[in-house]
């Protein structure tokens, strides 16, 4: 409890700052403000929690992004924080998909409206297609780039698989031809629960090479979930020898005894 509060006490300023100071009037008029300014902002933003919560974020194979293309960046789906991670480095305006649930939520609200974000309800077709349908226009206008979390939720299986990429989640890229920028985060997860303590938490952000939409959507989000996959496999076994932890966060990093006799047999 005591490591939440400190946390809550430390980000409360910097977030409340931000509130008031732009984020409020940037909600209120996105389209007054230029993309590149309202992705600087929140970009300072995220890079100053993360320090607060002490993780030191290693990116790789960083695209050669281009600020007068259009990107369509997926990424595995780990932890809340995920986010705050690709916002504080991605070097282009993104806008973002995210749960309808989270429009409850003051703060999150906010940024949505700052960064034109759109809600997507779960298990309601209709709404997701139309969702979908604004994202492909979007896209299609070239008004900025997109993230998506194709698993749709969290994946909290450490040892697992990540969760299959939803094929409808790239019905836009395909529609549009724009280019796809998949990413394999990790490290996330363990930084924000209670039990778990570090000196310092890693975070890997590893790139997968730019592809462009070819196929039907089922097709191409076997193969990005496939390269992301295998990536997210890679990663999870070299973060087991790096980050140095507390004994409940090495539990979780270090496979059950189930698997250990499965893999024995």
Known sequence: MIKYIIWIVKVAIPLMWGYFTWMRPYARRPDKYPPELRMAKGQKLARRVLRILKVDVEIRN?????????????????????????????????????????????????????????????????????????????????????????????????????????????????????????????GNQMVLPLRTRARRYKVIVEFLPLLKPEGTTFELANKIYEASNATASKLREEYGSVQKINKYGRKIMTPQLSENIKTSK
């Open 62 to 186: 960083m695209p050669d992004f281009k600020h007068d293309e259009i990107y369509y960046i997926v990424s595995n789906h780990t932890s809340v924080l995920d986010l705050v991670v690709l916002l504080a480095y991605l070097p282009i305006p993104v806008s973002f998909l995210s749960k309808v649930e989270n429009k409850k939520i003051p703060f999150v609200r906010t940024l949505m409206r700052v960064y034109k974000g759109l809600y997507l309800e779960r298990n309601n077709l209709r709404q997701e297609i139309k969702v979908m349908q604004m994202t492909r226009d979007s896209l299609a206008n070239k008004e900025v780039s997109w993230l998506i979390f194709p698993e749709g939720t969290r994946s909290k299986d450490y040892h697992g698989n990540l969760l299959d990429y939803k094929a409808g989640a790239f019905k836009a890229p395909l529609a549009t031809n724009t280019t796809i920028a998949p990413v394999v985060m990790w």
